[in-house]
């Protein structure tokens, strides 16, 4: 039996696209500055989806599907390395840490995971969203 795909990168995606172009259009005024960042957006929207594709594939089919989840280490160390660099210094505004807020978000987040895989269908083909740790019956 043909060992089963993670599934749900799509949702991160949906997620990145629109905060990315929200980020564009209201921080950079209209005209040729956002005209210009939009055709980046567009352009590395583009190849990353079409490298992507190629990328996952070789490495899905020569190593395993588990190697994609050691993809973004790579690149993320890069853009922790250039970020200083490459990025304006933003002002610095006077605030205080919610800390219940970030303790609430986080176990809202955690509790969505559980309750996705908990609910994903096991590996004998049997689906769990019925069962009472994952539905509201």
């Given at each position: 039996?043909?060992?089963?795909?993670?599934?749900?990168?799509?949702?991160?995606?949906?997620?990145?696209?629109?905060?990315?172009?929200?980020?564009?259009?209201?921080?950079?005024?209209?005209?040729?500055?956002?005209?210009?960042?939009?055709?980046?957006?567009?352009?590395?929207?583009?190849g990353g989806a079409a490298v992507g594709l190629m990328a996952g594939g070789l490495l899905t089919t020569y190593l395993s599907w588990r190697w994609v989840m050691f993809v973004n280490v790579p690149i993320g160390v890069l853009?922790?390395?250039?970020?200083?660099?490459?990025?304006?210094?933003?002002?610095?505004?006077?605030?205080?840490?919610?800390?219940?807020?970030?303790?609430?978000?986080?176990?809202?987040?955690?509790?969505?995971?559980?309750?996705?895989?908990?609910?994903?269908?096991?590996?004998?083909?049997?689906?769990?969203?019925?069962?009472?740790?994952?539905?509201?019956?």
């Amino acid at each position: 039996m043909a060992a089963r795909r993670p599934r749900g990168a799509g949702v991160g995606a949906a997620v990145i696209a629109p905060t990315a172009l929200a980020l564009i259009t209201t921080h950079l005024p209209g005209g040729t500055a956002r005209n210009r960042a939009m055709g980046v957006y567009s352009a590395m929207s583009i190849g990353g989806a079409a490298v992507g594709l190629m990328a996952g594939g070789l490495l899905t089919t020569y190593l395993s599907w588990r190697w994609v989840m050691f993809v973004n280490v790579p690149i993320g160390v890069l853009v922790a390395l250039i970020a200083p660099r490459a990025l304006a210094h933003s002002p610095r505004r006077r605030g205080r840490f919610d800390f219940p807020g970030a303790i609430t978000s986080t176990l809202g987040v955690a509790a969505l995971v559980y309750g996705l895989t908990s609910a994903a269908t096991s590996q004998n083909g049997v689906s769990h969203w019925a069962t009472p740790r994952s539905s509201s019956r």
